[in-house]
């Protein structure tokens, strides 16, 4: 069990039971298993839960941070096993969604569950008030609807729903267990058909449609426009539609026309055209491998919506957005807005439509815009909500009469009064601290209580001469202690500049080459004599990892990407990284001999608990599973820590070159490792079986580096990874 799940304040759950074991079932289960919970996964029959455990277990991406969790996960049925959820501290219910079939099994439910324990359901759309009719007093006043969004481990939005019953402190209590434990970033919704997220996600989904057939528009065009252009994910609109799933977005229309007959804009939920005939086709999206896209091999086809047959996908040809695409999206839109070519076009039929649908529905049904506007940031994943929008670009260019919805620090209320934004400062991104000095390749930050942070300023977090040697002065002069190491880029780093060491090769500056290694293993050095944390997302590799695990700590984000991938390019870790890993996994002889292959084969995890098992964490480095409290994590840590005592290098004692031999012969007969690789990893291996010291291994890592840089399969493996950005595999 996680220390988070055993230290809560807000509630005391440990125990979670799950009914309900398909896709959104089974994915929670993943999620709270992920998270240390002891997890139980319900369904009317025993194979039909195990089926569901296992669609999760073998999900991509990937539903379980290890598949092992899936074992962890007792299975049961509803008819033998309902028991179970009176052992549970917070029962969900996630079945399909039919509001008969959900009422019977509260009703089952009911005498079974504990006076205090919780109950929810992950219904999308029906009215939890409805659900919770004929229930007892007990079940009412703390039951809610928690709906999750699909994948739970990657979509951090919940929808918390109160009814008029539900006790006040229970549904505080509840979001704020949510936020704290679950790595959920809560919303609280009004009780109305489809809630927030699907009442107008799911039109603006039809809206994008209606337009591209109206203006015979094709699918690559649209999501060019609605896609990163927008603000908004790669998938766009069409590509969406197919991972949601055309009878989902079917079923989930269906039942916001039935119950919105009021709204007057609700027409634009009948289906279009294209979504008739992919129904009638049954090609309802990635589920049966066809769409609006099919998948051939590595290949995606495009659906022609005039022919309605599959056609080689085009790269669309908009000149106003690939013109527009690195301006602010304020610019970019407004921009678009005035243009008379296909985005301009499209645009203003479908951006400005959908901007005033929001402000037409945001107070039936939401609390506020902010609200709002979180939920589509956080659950469809737009840069801006449509009120921030609106505000980018003027509701007089919407077509709205209002004032600003957001006024610095203030929000326009439903009252029309102004009121002070929350700001919770645990979820502060990095950006919203202050600034202390920008350097060229570091900016200083002010984390608050004596803390700075110290963020990498290079695109992607790249490591080089001259990123190292400030570096090093700030840590010599301006920040000695108590400090984040960081990245303000996108990810904390994705190594060293490979161009550095081609260029070294050319002119046969191998001096200049070891300088540098020299340089970082000085660096790692430095950071581990002083107190401060490494907090670390999305690429952490080679040499970035490499200054992370020179901090005495790291906190790692937990989808990031850790590794040592040297070998790709035909190299080994040698600023530091390969004597790391002998000291950070020397408890045996078995351990080293596995991450002799890992590095080797220049393996890069699929997220931090991965990592771990790897062996590129250590066991004191924490996970930081809400993906929006890293910062806050690595700034706590630092605070509370104390002086740590490097490990001393230990004799391994077993036969340690057999042992790594084997591994390396079995790997390359099974195909895994090529001979060049072999090569890479018995270097790797004398320096972990053959150095009497740290010191002698630093500089035994050095010297192993040079010698690869001088081979000709070695050079060959980096102009390939630079000219085509791919490993070589000679």
Known sequence: MSNQTQNSTALPIRNVCV???GTMGGGISAHLANLGFDVTLLDARLDIALAGLERARQARPPAFYMPDRAAEVRVGDTEENLQWAAEADWVCEAIYENLDAKKALFARLDPVLRPDAMVSTNTSGLQIQMLAEGRSPEFRRKFLGTHFFNPPRYLKLLELIPTAETDPSIVRAMGEFLEDFCGRRVVMAKDTPGFIANRYGMWAMFKAIHVAERLHLTVEQVDAITGVFLGRPRSGSFRLADIVGIDVMRDIAANLIERCSDDPFVETLRQPSSMVNLLARGWIGDKTGQGYYRKEGSELLALDLQTFAYRQRREPDIPSVAAQQYLPLAERVSGSLDLRDEAGEFLREYLLPALRYANYLKDKISYSVEDFDNVMRWGFGWELGPFALIDAIGSDRVGIESKPFYKGNTLLGFDGKYHKLRSPEKYAPLSDYPIIETGAYLTLRDLGE?????????????????????????????????????????????????????NRIQVGDYAGIERGLEALQGLAALLSSRKCVAAVFGHVLGAGLELALGCPRMVAAAESQIGFPESRVGLLPGGGGTTQMRLYNQHSAKRLAEVVLNLGLGTISQGADHARS??????????????????????KLVLSLEEMTAPEWRVIEGPLVGIIDREIESARASGAMTDYDAVISDKIKLIFAKSANAEVALTRERAEFIDLCSKSLTQARIRHMLEHGKPLRN
């Open 19 to 21: 009914i309900g074991a």
């Open 450 to 502: 004596g803390v700075t942070s110290v963020g990498l300023a290079s695109k992607m977090g790249i490591i080089g001469p001259e990123l190292m040697e400030e570096l090093a002065a700030t840590l010599e002069g301006k920040v000695q202690d108590r400090f984040v190491l960081t990245s303000e880029a996108r990810s904390f780093s994705a190594g060293f500049d490979l161009k550095y060491f081609a």
């Open 614 to 635: 790897l062996g590129f964490l250590r066991a004191t480095d924490d996970t930081c599973n809400h993906p929006d409290r890293l910062i806050h994590d690595a700034k």
